[in-house]
């Protein structure tokens, strides 16, 4: 089955600097990956996400960018504020089965202001 | 909308008892998940449903646990006999189904809820 990675496992940038996140994934077939935020107490929530035929996808500070042939993407955010310190998770899934995500590890992001 | 709604928030039991996760989708959501998450193994699914009929419960750990949904507004996650291993976050999500002209295509969102925060002693 699908296998994501995620590294790092924490961050810590100071405010306005860029943050970057990476994750593998192990199976060829997958085409969806989403990325969410979790803040302390709260159930994830999806801030992006990009399908495999996009190599990049950008929204204000975020972007994700997707390398298929290495089968790894990547989560972007730039001029880090405070309100960006959260855990971010990964998350890879194939059509076929299209409801079964698979999580990356999470990564602690923390902006000092 | 009022989102996902999980109850109880916070449940702490002795071993041996029974536990009973609940949860609210969000009406019009066709699919409903139940996740659990901790520190060594992350986000885990347990198993969803569609329209109310269980899809995939290949996630659930052991014959101790057991989901239903009785309707489209009401799931419950049941452990019995608990566990302090069971000790996690229980998140319950939804996810609608999006309608475009005669295609029907799974949304891409999945809506969590709060979490249940159950910890077995």
């Known amino acids: 089955g699908e296998n994501v990675e995620q590294h790092p496992s924490t961050l810590s940038v100071q405010e306005g600097d860029s943050a970057v996140i990476k994750c593998t994934y192990s199976?060829?077939?997958?085409?969806?990956f989403p990325w969410y935020k979790q803040e302390l107490g709260k159930g994830p929530q999806l801030i992006i996400d990009?399908?495999?035929?996009?190599g990049e996808k950008k929204d204000q500070r975020i972007a994700v960018t997707l390398n298929k042939t290495a089968k790894h993407f990547s989560l972007h955010i730039t001029e880090t504020q405070p309100e960006d310190s959260a855990v971010y998770f990964c998350?890879?899934?194939?059509?076929?089965?299209?409801?079964?995500?698979?999580f990356g590890t999470g990564t602690r992001l923390l902006v000092s202001p | 909308d009022a989102g996902v709604i999980q109850s109880p928030r916070h449940e702490v039991t002795e071993m041996g008892q029974e536990v009973t996760l609940r949860c609210k989708p969000i009406?019009?959501?066709?699919?409903l998940f139940w996740y659990r998450q901790t520190m060594m193994r992350g986000l885990e699914l347990l198993i969803y449903?569609?329209?109310?009929?269980?899809?995939?419960d290949s996630g659930m750990p052991e014959d101790r646990f057991s989901a239903k949904m009785p309707n489209a507004s009401f799931s419950t996650l049941k452990i019995q006999p608990s566990e302090p291993r069971d000790s996690a976050v229980y998140f319950c999500?939804?996810?609608?189904?999006?309608?475009?002209?005669?295609?029907?295509?799974?949304?891409?969102?999945?809506?969590f809820g709060e979490g249940s925060w159950l910890t077995v002693v």
């Open positions: 199976d060829s077939a997958s085409n969806y």
């Open positions: 999500a939804s996810r609608p189904i999006t309608r475009t002209g005669i295609k029907l295509s799974s949304g891409n969102t999945i809506y």
């Open positions: 449903f569609n329209n109310n009929v269980p899809i995939d």
């Open positions: 009406s019009g959501h066709d699919y």
């Open positions: 998350a890879a899934s194939i059509r076929i089965g299209f409801q079964k995500l698979v």
């Open positions: 990009i399908r495999s035929n996009v």
